[in-house]
């Protein structure tokens, strides 16, 4: 049990350290969010370029609206994830955070939830937006808000623990994409599927979706905090 809180108090000391620069810095309100509402406006263009069918359009639109959704939202995090490491990579911080004597679990941990507080944020500013340029209709809030969460819990881990194995490296800020998105792909199919089920279909449908999607997030938890103290030490 003191094991326990001992790594949940170096969680919550490194997720309250990220925080406090996201908030200093405004990187996520001033770039992140400008770009995934770029995205989604695009993708709308693309879909609906033009105007004088614009009523069979807005049916494609709604149809699409959960892939292009989390689409973006996956794009989006690619730039928070590499945020998340830039700032401990620069003037040795990476080595400092080793030097600290805290829980490599804890570390991750920590990083994994200031990356999903700052998701979530993202998420409910682009999910507005996307109800509002697409039109999609709010069918089960439970079965989304449920799919939400577990899909950028997936996205926070998965993406901390690739992050951290590219942060070595002098190719990062291309080399995180690569690692993340083939990992992520499930995770996207899932939260799709999942989403279409709680706008537009039975509830039911959308269950078992939600469910792999907290097995996913579940899995890469485990996984980074077994395996984050041999990462800090190998970058």
Do not use: C, N
Request: aromatic share 8%; glycine share 10%.
């Amino acid at each position: 049990m003191r094991v326990r809180s001992e790594l949940l108090a170096d969680a919550w000391l490194v997720a309250s350290k990220d925080l406090r620069i996201e908030r200093s810095s405004r990187v996520v309100a001033s770039q992140v969010l400008p770009f995934g509402l770029i995205v989604l406006i695009l993708f709308g263009f693309g879909i609906s370029p033009d105007r004088r069918v614009v009523e069979a359009d807005r049916t494609v639109l709604e149809q699409v609206a959960p892939g292009l959704f989390w689409l973006t939202v996956f794009l989006a995090s690619l730039l928070a994830l590499g945020r998340s490491f830039a700032i401990e990579s620069a003037d040795g911080s990476l080595e400092a955070l080793r030097l600290t004597g805290l829980d490599p679990g804890g570390v991750f941990l920590g990083k994994s939830l200031a990356v999903a507080a700052e998701l979530l944020v993202l998420e409910a500013l682009l999910g507005a937006g996307a109800l509002l340029l697409y039109g999609a209709p709010l069918g089960h809030p439970f079965l989304l808000m449920v799919v939400v969460v577990a899909a950028t819990a997936s996205i926070a881990a998965a993406g901390t623990l690739y992050s951290a194995l590219a942060s070595g490296s002098r190719v990062r800020d291309t080399l995180v994409p690569v690692l993340v998105l083939p990992a992520l792909a499930p995770a996207l199919l899932g939260a799709t599927l999942a989403t279409e089920a709680a706008l537009f279909g039975p509830p039911s449908d959308g269950w078992p979706w939600a469910g792999l999607l907290g097995a996913f997030a579940v899995l890469y938890f485990g996984a980074g905090m077994l395996s984050f103290g041999l990462m800090l030490e190998e970058t």
